[in-house]
């Protein structure tokens, strides 16, 4: 890291540029195939979705186990939505409000609709699992909860849903979120017999 330091010209970015590159490309990549692969979804409250240091780095964890992982939440379409004013920046967020709406009728506060329309979203684009990651005690997103499991009931769909707080304990939810992607995993074997 300390060679970035030092860059003073054009000539030291396009150094750093190719060996940025060539550490980039020294990778090996693991291929795996389509019908193995598992895509997670994460929604919940903005905050705990975005944050690594309070959500325990749940997307790099679920890397290390081979998953996919979109979250429902990033910065740029947050402001998008609610600090530009153009049309065009709402569309996307709308349409996840509608989603969301045979759940939850009204925005009742915090992003218990957009969770919901999240979840519904990510099933409609082909997504495994999701997960729903909540502070723990927070309204909108127990709400969020009562709906999740009504959707688990009528699509069979996997939802895990992990409380966040400074007494989280690490282990158990590695243990829960392994149990998750072992769910994962069987019902997209018994897909595939089944065919």
């Known amino acids: 890291m300390e060679e970035y ?11 750093v540029e190719k060996e940025a590159i060539e550490r980039l490309n020294s990778i090996k990549v693991c291929e795996v195939p389509e019908e193995e692969k598992i895509r997670i979804g994460i929604v919940g409250e903005i905050y705990v979705v975005m944050e690594p240091s309070i959500n325990g780095n749940i997307e ?23 600090l530009i004013p153009l049309p065009s920046y709402k569309e996307k967020e709308h349409q996840i409000l509608k989603k969301g709406e ?13 969770s919901v329309g999240a979840i519904i979203d990510f099933m409609d684009r082909g997504f495994d699992g999701v997960i729903h990651l909540k502070p723990f005690g927070c309204l909108p997103e127990l709400i969020t909860e009562s709906a ?6 009528e699509y069979e769909f996997p939802i895990l849903t992990l409380s966040i707080d400074e007494q989280m304990a690490i282990a158990n939810t590695l243990t829960r979120i392994e149990a998750f992607l072992d769910v994962i995993r069987l019902k997209k074997r018994k897909k595939r017999i089944v065919r």
Do not use: C, M, P
């Open 5 to 15: 330091r030092k860059i003073e010209s054009s000539e030291d970015v396009r150094r």
């Open 60 to 82: 790099e964890v679920l890397n290390t186990y081979g998953a996919e992982v979109e979250r429902s939440h990033y910065i740029s379409e947050w402001i998008d939505f609610n």
């Open 148 to 153: 999740i499991n009504k959707i688990i009931r």
């Open 102 to 114: 045979k759940y939850i009728e009204i925005i009742i506060g915090g992003h218990a609709k957009q």
